[in-house]
Nanobody, 126 residues
Framework: QVQLVESGGGLVQAGDSLRLSCAAS????????MGWFRQAPGKEREFVAT????????YYAESVKGRFTISRDNANRTVSLRMNSLKPEDTAVYYC???????????????????WGQGTQVTVSS
C-alpha cells in the first residue's frame, strides 16, 4: 500500500508561481514512476507531467511544457511540481500519482497509475 499526500496548492494571480509537493510512503519509492495530473470542474482528469524512477527522464503535457518542472527526491520520498507563469486555465485540482508496476515507458493515462493522492486545489485568477 502506498499513501500519497499533496501540499502547496493555493490561490494565485496569473503569472505567479507555485510549488506542489507530494510525500509518499512505501519503502520502494525509488522504483516508482511518479506523475502529476489535474482535473478542472466538469472535465476529465488529464496528464500534466511524469518522471522516471531515477529522475533522469521527464515528460510534459504540451500545455505546460516550458512552464512546469517535475522533480523527485528519492531519499526523502517526495516528488514536486514547480509551476511558473501560471494561467487561469491551469486552475484545477492537482493529483500526485504513483505507478508501482514495472515498465520503462512514459505513462500518460490515468489507468496506468496505481495509487493517487487526495489532490490539492490550484486556483489562478486573471
Amino acid at each position: 500500500q502506498v499513501q500519497l499526500v499533496e501540499s502547496g496548492g493555493g490561490l494565485v494571480q496569473a503569472g505567479d508561481s507555485l510549488r506542489l509537493s507530494c510525500a509518499a510512503s512505501g519503502r520502494t519509492f525509488s522504483s516508482y514512476v511518479m506523475g502529476w495530473f489535474r482535473q478542472a470542474p466538469g472535465k476529465e482528469r488529464e496528464f500534466v507531467a511524469t518522471i522516471s524512477w531515477s529522475g533522469i527522464r521527464t515528460y510534459y503535457a504540451e500545455s505546460v511544457k516550458g512552464r512546469f518542472t517535475i522533480s523527485r527526491d528519492n531519499a526523502n520520498r517526495t516528488v514536486s511540481l514547480r509551476m511558473n507563469s501560471l494561467k487561469p486555465e491551469d486552475t484545477a485540482v492537482y493529483y500526485c500519482a504513483a505507478r508501482t508496476r514495472s515498465g520503462s515507458s512514459y505513462y500518460l493515462r490515468v489507468d496506468q497509475y496505481d495509487y493517487w493522492g487526495q489532490g490539492t486545489q490550484v486556483t489562478v485568477s486573471s
